[in-house]
T-cell receptor
Framework: AQTVTQSQPEMSVQEAETVTLSCTYD???????LFWYKQPPSRQMILVIR??????QNATENRFSVNFQKAAKSFSLKISDSQLGDAAMYFCAYRSAASNTGKLIFGQGTTLQVKP | NAGVTQTPKFRVLKTGQSMTLLCAQD?????MYWYRQDPGMGLRLIHYSVGEGTTAKGEVPDGYNVSRLKKQNFLLGLESAAPSQTSVYFCASSRGQIFRNQPQHFGDGTRLSIL
């Protein structure tokens, strides 16, 4: 069974600085999808970025980018030029490409604090 | 553009009471899911459905039942609520397997407290 691990329960960053959130996963599959979701205090789950395992190029979305290391099974999220609105809990999630259920497996989450 | 709507947003129950959480999506998604979120444990899958009339157990199904009589609705039931079911519940939906690179869309969650 696949597992997702976020080993940093809490992180903090100064406004305008860069921070990296870690995520590792365990799988025997070669084709899968990885996601980062943001959950602000409003409790909404907002998709930040996604990565397809068969694509070697790291995904980027404006200030958000990932460092996808397939061999190491690592999927970290880098937030550049951090803003106060980035303060939230961030979840890493895995989805098998082979399974016809679309289930997501989530990590435990990392709470990001942004200091002004 | 409603997306995924959960009802209610908050609820307090007494141990042994029953209730149903309603999830409705207007995106014509095939797949629907119920998760629970507990501190330090991320989101864990309770039950899911890959189509109208079909349901399956997830990671933590005990104490819950679900039904999907209509494609757009997915109901989560607690027959006899227990304090261990105090949690925040999220419903999500996504397109079918052909679109497996597409993300799940989430409702705003239901905070449920069992006294």
């Amino acid at each position: 069974a696949q597992t997702v691990t976020q080993s940093q329960p809490e992180m903090s960053v100064q406004e305008a600085e860069t921070v990296t959130l870690s995520c590792t996963y365990d799988t025997s599959e070669s084709d899968y999808y990885l996601f980062w979701y943001k959950q602000p205090p409003s409790r909404q789950m907002i998709l930040v970025i996604r990565q397809e395992a068969y694509k070697q190029q790291n995904a980027t979305e404006n200030r958000f980018s990932v460092n996808f290391q397939k061999a190491a099974k690592s999927f970290s999220l880098k937030i550049s030029d951090s803003q106060l609105g980035d303060a939230a809990m961030y979840f890493c999630a895995y989805r098998s490409a082979a399974s016809n259920t679309g289930k997501l497996i989530f990590g435990q989450g990392t709470t990001l604090q942004v200091k002004p | 553009n409603a997306g995924v709507t959960q009802t209610p947003k908050f609820r307090v129950l007494k141990t042994g009471q029953s209730m149903t959480l309603l999830c409705a999506q207007d995106m014509n998604h095939e797949y629907m899911y119920w998760y629970r979120q507990d501190p330090g444990m991320g989101l864990r899958l309770i039950h899911y459905s890959v189509g109208e009339g079909t349901t399956a157990k997830g990671e933590v199904p005990d104490g819950y039942n679900v039904s999907r009589l209509k494609k757009q609705n997915f109901l989560l039931g607690l027959e006899s609520a227990a304090p261990s079911q105090t949690s925040v519940y999220f419903c999500a939906s996504s397109r079918g397997q052909i679109f497996r690179n597409q993300p799940q869309h989430f409702g705003d969650g239901t905070r449920l407290s069992i006294l």
